[in-house]
């Protein structure tokens, strides 16, 4: 799987929008960009996931760039309770499933 | 949307013990489970995969005679921790893919392991 890059750390106004970006200048065509957040002492809950078309759900959207080397995790009014580590993870589709955790980014959310 | 659930949330136990850690997929059928370890300050890292109905596959570095794993239906795959010892107590986080969807992986709340 490919890897990825994020910040280590970002704060964000609540209410405010969050951006939270991620580089996988290696992906191959077959894999997707997955998120997943990790709040204190709690498992990691999925997000969303895409290819190359913009995704979005009740949670937040997906951006993923043309040339799919970079992408943007869009939490769109962030609340105090969206403070956790935000996981960009690149798979491939139906391959052997076990996701790989890098650093995250640490997004505290400030009020 | 698919719920996981682990047993027990919480364990202290002492050192030379056996933990037993549950993982359950309440609402879906699972072939494949994924346990995983998180230390304090660091990212989650995949110790197995467990598959029902055959061994599991072991990372690197993750000894199997340690961290018995069983997956003896499509809900339920057990990480049992053998004469565990103070370097075992850690965060033990379990995963697991509907059959139905390959493609999202749900999580359990998590086990956190401390051993005396």
């Known amino acids: 799987d490919a890897k990825t890059t994020q910040p280590t750390s970002m704060d964000c106004a609540e209410g405010r929008a969050a951006n939270l970006p991620c580089n996988h200048s290696t992906i191959s065509g077959n894999e997707y960009v997955y998120w997943y957040r990790q709040i204190h002492s709690q498992g990691p809950q999925y997000i969303i996931h895409?290819?190359?078309n913009n995704e979005t759900n009740e949670m937040a959207s997906l951006i993923i760039t043309e040339d799919r080397k970079s992408s943007t995790l869009i939490l769109p009014h962030a609340t105090l309770r969206d403070t956790a580590v935000y996981y960009c993870?690149?798979?491939?589709?139906?391959?052997?499933?076990?996701?790989?955790f890098g650093t995250g980014t640490r997004l505290t959310v400030i009020p | 949307g698919a719920v996981v659930s682990q047993h027990p949330s919480r364990v202290i136990c002492k050192s030379g013990t056996s933990v037993k850690i549950e993982c359950r997929s309440l609402?879906?059928?699972?072939?494949?489970m994924f346990w995983y370890r998180q230390f304090p300050k660091q990212s989650l890292m995949l110790m197995a995969t467990s598959n029902e109905g055959s061994k599991a596959t072991y990372e690197q570095g993750v000894e199997k005679d340690k961290f018995l794993i069983n997956h003896a239906s499509l809900t339920l795959s057990t990480l049992t921790v053998t004469s565990a010892h103070p370097e075992d107590s850690s965060f033990y986080i379990c995963?697991?893919?509907?059959?139905?969807?390959?493609?999202?992986?749900?999580f359990g709340p998590g086990t956190r392991l401390t051993v005396l």
């Open positions: 995963s697991a893919n509907p059959r139905s969807t390959a493609d999202t992986q749900y």
């Open positions: 609402d879906f059928q699972a072939t494949t």
């Open positions: 993870i690149v798979r491939v589709r139906g391959g052997a499933n076990n996701l790989f």
């Open positions: 895409g290819l190359k």
